[in-house]
């Protein structure tokens, strides 16, 4: 169990999402995490890497590791790190000067998630009622932030009584699970929704809009959310990045 963290202060950070975006090159990582470690530091902004676990391939069920039509398993195969580069890469977080945060999406994952030390654990919307998983993470010791994409509000009670029930520190984000998000679906009120049902916990706004959208975490701030949460990589003549990911140039905008 990791007890290195006490009265966790979830206030103020600022969560950059590494995701695949690593394309299952270590160099490629590593200019991430020294690029926006800058633009973060540059900006006074407390951030927090945050690195996504699989063990694959056992992850992918045995029949849709070669299934070509699946772009989901094509994805995650293709960038795919070991548990020593995944290593080497939170460790340059560490070197930065930053926090790192990791979302499990399996049980052996969470214990890669202790060997590395990360210091938070993050629950994605997928896994919000995967009660095996959630468990494993609470055992683990290591403060949570858990993200609330496509639950009702019964789930999301659910999911706050467990980790009370724990001993869990934590906190919730609204998070709405489409990619990228359209205005007039980001919900942002059910942000002071979750400041008034749960008053105990830091709410955060875990963000899909479209990278040029600035407006969003103005008004997700004003309504109280208190972490943000944005995919991130960087272009290259060879990469793209999908339609929820920002570049340097977009995230130092954003913070400003």
């Not at 290593?87 to 340059?92: A, Q, S, V």
């Not at 980790?163 to 059910?190: G, Q, R, W």
């Not at 975490?217 to 272009?235: C, D, K, M, N, W």
Request: with cysteine.
């Amino acid at each position: 169990m990791n007890t290195l963290l006490s009265e966790f202060n979830f206030n103020n950070l600022f969560i950059l999402d590494l995701a695949n975006n690593h394309q299952g090159s270590l160099e490629h990582g590593l200019n991430i995490i020294r690029t926006f470690s800058k633009i973060a530091r540059d900006n006074e902004i407390k951030a927090v890497f945050k690195f996504q676990f699989r063990d694959l391939p056992d992850f992918v069920h045995k029949n849709e590791q070669k299934n070509p039509k699946n772009k989901h398993v094509t994805r995650f195969l293709s960038t795919k790190l070991d548990w020593d580069q995944f290593r080497i890469l939170r460790d340059e977080v560490k070197k930065e000067g930053m926090l790192a945060a990791c979302t499990p999406f399996d049980e052996k994952s969470v214990e890669k998630i202790e060997l590395m030390g990360f210091e938070i654990i993050k629950v994605a919307s997928c896994s919000a009622k995967d009660f095996p998983l959630l468990t494993r993470i609470a055992e683990s010791g290591i403060p949570v932030i858990a993200s609330t994409g496509g639950l009702n509000i019964d789930e999301v009670d659910n999911i706050v009584s467990f980790f009370h029930h724990k001993a869990v520190e934590f906190a919730l984000m609204h998070c709405v699970s489409i990619y990228p998000t359209p205005d007039e679906a980001c919900n942002l009120s059910c942000i002071q929704d979750f400041k008034n049902r749960y008053n105990d916990l830091t709410i955060g706004w875990s963000t899909h809009e479209p990278p040029s959208d600035l407006i969003q975490i103005g008004l997700a701030y004003s309504l109280g959310a208190r972490i943000f949460e944005r995919h991130i990589g960087i272009p290259t003549d060879s990469i793209k990045l999908n339609q929820y990911s920002s570049t340097p140039d977009e995230i130092d905008e954003w913070f400003k």
